[in-house]
């Protein structure tokens, strides 16, 4: 919506985290969405994580995000290929 600003956090193959693709660790990635807390307008977080990632590892995140004050979450997903087209 035009009334929210969104925020990109990703979480790589690896593990490590990114806010608008800039590695961060944990403690750095939730101080600066604690600083995004209260904005005008206010924040959406899009997360989005490779698909090697283990489910923890989001929740994790998706924790530390929560946890920030940031309520606005939404998933980032891959749409399936439809079938009979190229992959």
Avoid: I, W
């Avoid at 807390?37 to 929560?66: F, I, M, Y």
């Avoid at 940031?70 to 749409?79: C, I």
């Amino acid at each position: 919506p035009k009334d929210r600003r969104l925020v990109y956090v990703s979480v790589a193959a690896d593990g490590r985290a990114h806010l608008d693709q800039q590695p961060m660790h944990d403690a750095a990635l939730a101080a600066a969405l604690a600083v995004l807390n209260g904005r005008t307008p206010p924040v959406t977080v899009v997360l989005n994580a490779d698909k090697q990632v283990s489910h923890e590892r989001v929740v994790q995140v998706l924790d530390l995000t929560r946890r920030s004050g940031l309520r606005q979450v939404v998933f980032a997903v891959d749409a399936p290929a439809a079938k009979g087209t190229a992959q």
